[in-house]
């Protein structure tokens, strides 16, 4: 039986991390995944697929919308999607093969298989051929993932009524997407088909689509994909989803309790994800399970079993794969003695529409409800030069600082590259800067990330552009 410091169980961006931060401090490591291929749900099924087809998806709304403002006349354009598919697939196998040379050249130990505890030392791992091997671990970091969410009444075919994994591998552009769920992954998906040619049609259960995040932000990106043809209907509560052969037929109630019906070819049902725990055996050693399936921990990330630890989604917190990332690394940390912490307050959210949408830190809604005095800086992209010459002038960057002290509280950006400037106010706000501190530092002009300092500029109202 082969002997471990550390087994990681799961090999997403949680998992592989930890996995080669363990191997860095020194600690002899194995990893198990149950598919052929390393990545996890991010790598396979979600960020990095989902976002190859966003940028092909653009190039393509790009040449039919915006080539002929810029003096580029084409004619004849069309979309070869298995093509489009194909290139998808094919960035998604190098960055997985990206993650065995990572694990060869850490000397980390792969076993392709279901991983299950035996005991809170023994795993054993069951193989797609039927056989078992087991391996002993001192400590073990579970980072199993999630898996999408569904609604009781609704039974997902994978045929026409989807979820995000499906629509990444469809074999046809749909006549009309209806997507359950106005959250990000229902946005991105349906950002994509729409501009391929779709109609697309967004039903959320919340008078506002992204719930949770900044007002501002949610009402100005209704705003610019309602412009780019999207439908939205918010307030309405879904109430059944049935395929009928080519269709799909979903009834919903909207605000006043009317019947509202939809018929579409196919149904993204993008309602959110659950923590993936199901055959590990955590019952068998005792480790608690909160009623959303979330594994319990510590501040550590440390189960109610002391050499077993959980990261990523299938503990609390916003399951994105940089805080998976994270998470992975403070506990090998802490497994090989030292002390490192998390600020879960800057770790940033991203939307990969276009504009996209990026925040970090507290909404103007949370500043209100927890009684803080607070300055606001907006800033319009429409007003940059950089942004004018390339026609994105859709978006703005709003400032929360504190009143009395100037320290930056939260970032709310709307607007072209967001999801790359969100990092100047993480950094910002991980030093605790106020918005003078980024007023006065030199952005190179004429650049996107203007903006973030003419917002901060605003705060005092001092913007020299608006």
Not at 111 to 120: E, L, R
Not at 147 to 155: A, D, G
Not at 253 to 263: I, S
């Amino acid at each position: 039986m082969n002997t471990y410091d550390v087994a990681v169980i799961g090999s997403g961006p949680g998992g592989y991390v930890a996995a080669i931060r363990c191997a860095q401090l020194g600690l002899k490591t194995a990893i198990i995944e149950k598919y052929n291929t390393l990545g996890g749900t991010c790598l396979n099924v979600g960020c990095i697929p989902s976002k190859a087809l966003l940028d092909s998806s653009h190039h393509f709304y790009d040449a039919t919308k915006n080539f002929a403002t810029h003096g580029i006349e084409v004619s004849g354009l069309e979309v070869n999607f298995k093509q489009m598919i194909a290139r998808k697939n094919e960035v998604v196998s190098q960055t997985s093969g990206g993650i065995n040379y990572l694990m060869d050249k850490n000397k980390i130990d792969v076993f392709n298989g279901f991983g299950s505890f035996i005991d809170a030392t023994h795993i054993t791992i069951t193989k797609t051929d039927g056989t078992t091997e087991q391996i002993e671990a001192s400590k073990t970091i579970i980072a199993t993932g999630s898996k999408p969410s569904t609604l009781p009444f609704i039974e997902i075919d994978k045929k026409r009524i989807i979820t995000s994994t499906e629509a990444l591998s469809l074999t046809e552009i749909p006549k009309h997407l209806i997507v359950i769920g106005g959250g990000v992954i229902g946005l991105e998906l349906g950002s994509v088909y729409k501009r391929l040619g779709a109609e697309v049609s967004v039903i959320e259960y919340m008078p506002t689509i992204t719930p949770g995040m900044d007002s501002m932000l949610s009402k100005e990106l209704q705003k610019v994909l309602k412009k780019q043809g999207i439908k939205f209907y918010t307030s309405h509560k879904v109430t059944s989803a049935v395929n009928k052969g080519n269709e799909v037929i979903v009834t919903a109630e909207d605000k006043k309790g009317n019947l509202v019906e939809f018929k579409g070819d196919y149904t993204l049902i993008s309602v959110g994800r659950k923590p993936f725990t199901e055959g590990l055996g955590l019952e068998t050693i005792g480790i608690k399970v909160t009623e959303r399936g979330q594994i319990e921990t510590n501040d550590h990330l440390q189960t109610n079993v002391s050499n077993i630890y959980a990261i990523g989604d299938v503990v609390k917190g916003a399951m994105l794969a940089h805080k998976a990332e994270e998470e992975g690394t403070m506990v090998a940390e802490i497994i090989a003695g030292q002390k490192p912490h998390i600020n879960y307050n800057l770790i940033p959210g991203v939307i990969y529409t276009w504009p996209e949408v990026a925040c970090v830190g507290k909404t103007e809604e949370q500043l209100k409800e927890e009684g803080v005095n607070y300055k606001t800086g907006i800033f319009a992209m429409r007003a940059l030069g950089r942004a004018r010459a390339s026609m994105d002038i859709d978006g703005q960057i709003k400032v929360l600082a504190d009143a009395k002290t100037d320290e930056i509280l939260g970032v709310h950006m709307i607007g072209a590259r967001a999801a790359d400037m969100i990092a100047e106010a993480v950094i910002a706000m991980e030093f605790r800067a106020s918005s003078e501190d980024i007023a006065r530092s030199s952005h190179a002009h004429p650049t996107y990330t203007e903006a973030f300092k003419e917002a901060c500029l605003a705060v005092n109202d001092r913007a020299i552009h608006s």
